[in-house]
C-alpha cells in the first residue's frame, strides 16, 4: 500500500482558501501520497477525528497534517499525543505561530515539500493543568498565558477576527487594557516564588505570529520557558510590552519583564483567564493553584 495523508482543515482560518487546499492536495498527490481530508465545523472537530484516526488498527495515516491556525494544531496535538502518528502543520491560519517558527510560511507547496522531505522528531509538549469550576488538562504546543494576554484571547470578538485578522487581537488587548485591575498572581517556578500580573509559558520560540517571545526556546527540548511581567499601570505595562518587542526581556534588561527556564510551575492567589495556543482555556481557582510543566517525547512532529 501507498503512503497516505489526512489534512485536518479548519475552513475558518484566516489565509484558508478552496485553491491553497488543492495546492497542498496536489504536491502530496504528485508524490505518491493518498489524500483524505476532513473539515471542521466547531471546537474539539479536529481533536476527535485525530484521535479516530491515530487509535485506528497500526494507525491509519502515515501523518496527520493541520491545516489552520494555532487552535488547530493545538487539537491535532493533542489528539496525536503519545502516539506513533507523525503530525505536521501548514501555514492557514491568521499568526500561524509554529509554522513562523519552524520556518514554514509562505509558499503552500514549499511548506508541504518540507513535509513529505521532513524527519519526524519526538518533541516535548507543555501540559497546563486549571482547577476552575471545570478541572482541565491542555497540553499546548507552543505558548500558554495565565493573565492579561489570556483575558484579551478571553474578550476576542470572533466576527472582527474574520475581517481583521491580528487587529481583532489588538482591539480585545486595549479594552483589556482600559478596564484592566492589574491583579497579582503568587507563581512558584522550580521551587522559587515571584509575585506578578501575568505569564507567558513558551514551549518554542514565537509568540503571536514571529514575535519572538523565547528566544532560547526549542520544542525538542525539556524545558519551559517564562516571561514574567511586572506593572503596577497602564504606563508600566505599555513599558512592559515595548520591552518585549524590543527584545529586552530576553536579555535580562527590562525593569518589567524577566524570563526564566523551567520544568515545573505554579500558579495561584487568584481567579485568573488562561489560554493554550491562543485559545481560551479557562479560569484558574483561587482555591487550587494551576500547574505548569513539560512533558517529554509526547509528539511525532515532521518538519
Known amino acids: ?14 489565509t484558508f482558501n478552496k485553491r491553497r487546499l488543492e495546492m497542498a492536495a496536489d504536491t502530496f498527490q504528485s508524490a505518491g501520497f493518498g489524500v483524505d481530508v476532513f473539515f471542521t465545523t466547531k471546537t474539539g472537530d479536529a481533536e476527535a477525528r485525530t484521535k479516530e484516526a491515530v487509535t485506528a488498527h497500526n494507525g491509519s495515516y502515515d501523518i496527520i497534517v493541520s491545516a489552520g491556525g494555532d487552535g488547530t ?5 493533542n489528539g496525536a499525543s503519545f502516539s506513533q502518528t507523525p503530525v505536521g502543520v501548514l501555514p492557514f491560519g491568521t499568526s500561524s505561530v509554529l509554522c513562523n517558527d519552524l520556518g514554514m510560511k509562505g509558499d503552500i507547496r514549499k511548506a508541504v ?3 513529505i522531505n521532513g524527519t519526524p522528531y519526538e518533541i516535548s509538549l507543555g501540559r497546563i493543568r486549571t482547577n476552575g469550576a471545570l478541572e482541565r488538562t491542555r497540553y499546548f504546543i507552543e505558548m500558554a498565558g495565565v493573565g492579561f494576554d489570556a483575558a484579551a484571547v478571553y474578550g476576542l470578538n470572533r466576527r472582527l477576527k474574520a ?15 482600559i ?5 497579582q498572581m503568587a507563581v512558584s517556578i522550580d521551587g522559587g516564588f515571584i509575585v506578578c500580573n501575568t505569564v507567558i509559558i513558551s514551549n518554542g520560540t514565537c509568540y503571536g505570529g514571529d514575535i519572538r517571545m523565547a528566544p532560547k526556546a526549542d520544542v525538542r527540548n525539556p524545558s519551559l520557558y517564562g516571561t514574567i511581567f ?4 497602564r504606563v508600566e505595562f505599555v513599558a512592559a510590552v515595548a520591552d518585549v ?7 535580562n534588561k527590562s525593569k518589567y519583564v524577566e524570563q526564566v527556564e523551567f520544568k515545573k510551575m505554579t500558579i495561584e492567589g487568584g481567579v485568573f483567564h488562561c489560554h493554550v495556543d491562543g485559545d ?5 481557582s483561587a482555591e487550587v493553584p494551576a500547574e505548569v510543566d513539560i512533558v517529554q517525547g509526547a509528539l511525532r512532529l515532521v518538519y
Open 113 to 115: 515539500k518540507r513535509l
Open 230 to 233: 511586572r506593572y503596577s499601570g
Open 280 to 284: 481560551y482555556l479557562g479560569k484558574t
Open 179 to 183: 478596564n484592566n485591575k492589574f491583579d
Open 73 to 77: 494544531i493545538n487539537e491535532v496535538a
Open 163 to 177: 475581517y481583521t485578522g491580528i487587529g481583532a487581537y489588538i482591539y480585545s488587548g486595549i479594552n483589556c487594557l
Open 245 to 251: 518587542f524590543l527584545g529586552r526581556h530576553a536579555l
Open 1 to 14: 500500500m501507498g503512503l497516505s495523508v489526512l489534512i485536518i482543515v479548519n475552513p475558518k482560518a484566516g
